[in-house]
C-alpha cells in the first residue's frame, strides 16, 4: 500500500517503493477547495495511487491534474484519472499541450505560459517553464507560492527506500543518485544544456522553503541552497561528459 505524509501545510507525499528500480515514485496530493494532483504515476500503479488519494480527497473533487514532463511516471495514467474525476483538467507546458497531452487526451489541456498562476482556493501556484530540466523540451515545474513548496519532479532523485521528508544533505545524496545512473543505460538522465544553470538560478530566486521530490524524500531547509548546489552537481555530472 501507499504511504501517505503531510510535508508542508496541505500537501500529501503518496509515495511507491519499486524494487525493480530501487527508486521511489512519489505523488503529491494537493488539498485545497480544488484539489490539484502533482504526478498521476505510472499506469501500472493507478490502482495504489488512486486508492490512496481516496483516502484524501472524494476523487470526483479533484480539479486539477499537473505533471513536469510527458513520461510515463509523470502521466502515465492520465486517462484512467480523467475517467474518474473527468471535471479535473490537465494542467502542463504549452509544448507539452502541443506535442503530446492535447492528443493523448483528446481534449485541449490547460497551457500554461511560464510565471502564469493558478489559484486552487487558498494556494496559488506559479508555472515555471524549464526547458530539459529535468529532461524534455516539455518539462516545467510547479511552486506554490504561500508556502513555498516547490512541486520539483526528477531534481534531486534518490535511490532507495528512504524517509519521507529530509532536513539533511539532500544534494549529497542526489549527486550520488546521478553518479551511479552515469554509469549505465540512464548514462543521459539529465541533459546538460545552455539553459540548465538558468533554470536552477529561476528556481533558486524562488526561496523554496519544501521541495517535493519525485523519486526519495522531501526536502525541508534552504532549498535556494540546495538548487544552487545541485546546479554544480549536474555540471559536475553531466556536464563533464561532453567536454
Ligand atoms: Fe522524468
Ligand atoms: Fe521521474
Redesign the pocket.
Known amino acids: 500500500m501507499a504511504a501517505i505524509h503531510e510535508i508542508a501545510p496541505d500537501v500529501y507525499r503518496i509515495s511507491i517503493y519499486a524494487s525493480w528500480a530501487n527508486l521511489q515514485f512519489n505523488h503529491f496530493l494537493i488539498k485545497d477547495d480544488e484539489p490539484l494532483l502533482f504526478h498521476t504515476g505510472l499506469r501500472g500503479m493507478f490502482s495504489e495511487v488512486r486508492d490512496a488519494v481516496t483516502r484524501l480527497i472524494s476523487l470526483p473533487d479533484l480539479r486539477h491534474i499537473s505533471f513536469?514532463?510527458f513520461?510515463s511516471?509523470?502521466c502515465g495514467s492520465l486517462n484512467e484519472w480523467l475517467a474518474i474525476a473527468p471535471s479535473a483538467d490537465v494542467v502542463c507546458s504549452q509544448v507539452g499541450a502541443l506535442v503530446c497531452v492535447n492528443d493523448f487526451i483528446g481534449r485541449p489541456a490547460r497551457a500554461l505560459a511560464d510565471g502564469e498562476t493558478l489559484t486552487t482556493g487558498k494556494y496559488r501556484f506559479r508555472y515555471c517553464q524549464t526547458p530539459h530540466l529535468?529532461?524534455?523540451w516539455d518539462?516545467g515545474v510547479l511552486f506554490e507560492e504561500t508556502q513555498k513548496t516547490l512541486l520539483c519532479?526528477?531534481l534531486f532523485h534518490q535511490t532507495g527506500d528512504v524517509e519521507p521528508l529530509t532536513q539533511s544533505d539532500v544534494v549529497g545524496r542526489s549527486h550520488q543518485a546521478m553518479r551511479e545512473y552515469q554509469a549505465g543505460i540512464l548514462a543521459e538522465y539529465v541533459p546538460y544544456t545552455p539553459l540548465t544553470s538558468q533554470n536552477l538560478r529561476k528556481l533558486a530566486d524562488l526561496q523554496p522553503k519544501t521541495l517535493a521530490i519525485?523519486h526519495g524524500s522531501s526536502f525541508n531547509g534552504d532549498s535556494a541552497r540546495a538548487l544552487t548546489e545541485l546546479d554544480q552537481a549536474v555540471k559536475e555530472v553531466f556536464g563533464r561528459q561532453h567536454a
Open positions: 513536469s514532463h513520461e511516471d509523470e529535468p529532461h524534455g518539462a519532479s526528477d519525485m
